[in-house]
């Protein structure tokens, strides 16, 4: 497998600039001078406009710009240790350790677990602070090659088992999730187990990231004295979770205030009032937003409908380039034509090149002809669950059909959502 990071990634004790903006692009200039990835203005914009959704700068000096993009073609993560230091938007000031974790749009799952491995690491305080020691770029690689070692990696993902939980200790089950499912995600998973043996609490956590996810017991579920939701995207089968006393928050609160976390689920669960996760649609979706402020929320919705479009627009892309690559550009203007009128037993003039270019081109074509609607359904599930698919979809097809585009399909799976749940909440 190839290695995540090589010498040539590491800028030790260097000035990059005063903002996430210029760091980012500096170390961006280094994946691409690496052969890394192709396009820096690309991957630079991807980088950002994941910043832009929540900033990545954690307590303790630590910021950790990622994406996935189309433009990278190995998983590579590049490390800067700055002189003085860049804004990341940490509430305890500037970043002096920043791991730009960069993974190709289509990555496999083995590649993300080296990735979320090395995230999981930065919450230990050891880590950080052995990489701020290190004395060249050579004892870095060291440092996060050991990190990321799949015995490590597969022991921290690995579920305790139920046996080690003393009789009289409580369990908390916990989801986080992000947008990327990269970084946040798994960081936030071993901040609030660490908090649990802290508060002589069994947390137990299901992380719905990248690089997969186990899902919870049902028995340790029932078995749950509460439930921590830290997403910034839906939980995926909430309904699992119904009549438990829920704590919500965007994942990074579970990175900067772990211990905050789990005390309140902890205080939930001696509460009959407290906030419960409900096994129905609309209830389901009222307790998230009573739990969460309502910017937060919105942006929960958004990003759970921007995460199921993505697969479309990394398929299309794919595809039609590979159109442009066996029928060249010009493939554009006689593909339905090509798809129409041939076959593989009545090839086109330019053979089978040309008509294999023309059947990939459509299907792209065709793959990101399904972005709004898939937009749109998935914003409208985040609001009312499966009730709100059908409408969603329907309204994003409409929305496509009649030239709205993607700002028609933002508002019509708003609609279609929020209308769904109406209805769910008047058949209750």
Not at 240 to 256: D, H, Q
Request: a negative charge; proline letters at 6%; aromatic letters at 6%.
């Amino acid at each position: 497998m190839t290695d995540l990071l090589t010498p040539q990634l590491v800028v030790l004790d260097a000035d990059l600039g005063r903002t996430s903006d210029e760091v980012v692009r500096a170390l961006v200039e280094l994946v691409v001078a690496s052969g890394r990835a192709s396009d820096a203005a690309g991957l630079h914009a991807d980088a950002m406009a994941r910043e832009a959704q929540s900033a990545t700068g954690l307590p303790g000096g630590l910021a950790i710009p990622h994406c996935r993009s189309e433009h990278v073609s190995v998983p590579t993560l590049a490390v800067a240790r700055l002189a003085p230091g860049a804004d990341f938007g940490a509430k305890d000031g500037a970043a002096d350790l920043v791991f730009l974790l960069a993974a190709p749009a289509g990555g496999g799952s083995e590649h993300l677990k080296l990735l979320s491995a090395l995230a999981r690491s930065l919450v230990k305080p050891d880590f950080p602070a052995a990489l701020r020691a290190a004395a060249d770029a050579d004892a870095v690689v060291a440092l996060v090659s050991a990190a990321v070692a799949p015995p490590a990696a597969a022991a921290a993902a690995a579920p305790a088992p139920a046996a080690t939980a003393p009789p009289a200790q409580r369990t908390v089950v916990a989801v986080t999730a992000c947008p990327t499912g990269i970084a946040h995600t798994y960081m936030a998973a071993d901040a609030l187990i660490a908090a649990g043996e802290r508060a002589g609490v069994r947390v137990v956590v299901e992380t719905q990231g990248s690089s997969g996810s186990t899902p919870l017991e049902p028995a340790v579920i029932a078995g749950a004295a509460a439930v921590v939701f830290a997403t910034d995207v839906g939980v995926k089968n909430r309904e699992r979770f119904a009549g438990k006393p829920v704590v919500a928050s965007g994942v990074k609160r579970a990175i900067n205030e772990p211990d905050a976390m789990v005390a309140e689920a902890v205080r939930a669960a001696d509460d009959p009032a407290a906030a419960r996760v409900s096994g129905t649609a609309a209830a389901a979706a009222e307790t998230g937003s009573v739990d969460l402020p309502w910017g937060v929320r919105l942006r929960q919705i958004l990003l759970t409908g921007v995460s199921y479009m993505i697969p479309f627009v990394a398929a299309g892309g794919l595809l039609i380039a590979l159109g442009f690559l066996l029928g060249g550009y010009q493939i554009t203007d006689v593909a339905d034509a090509v798809v129409l009128e041939n076959s593989l037993a009545n090839l086109p003039d330019g053979g089978l090149s040309t008509y294999l270019g023309a059947v990939l081109f459509k299907l792209g074509a065709l793959a990101f002809s399904f972005l709004v609607p898939a937009l749109a359904g998935y914003i409208a599930y985040a609001i009312a669950d499966r009730p709100g698919l059908a409408p969603g979809f329907t309204v994003g097809a409409i929305a496509g059909f009649v030239g709205a585009g993607f700002l028609g399909g933002l508002v019509g799976g708003l609609l279609a959502g929020f209308a769904a749940l109406w209805i769910s909440r008047l058949r209750v």
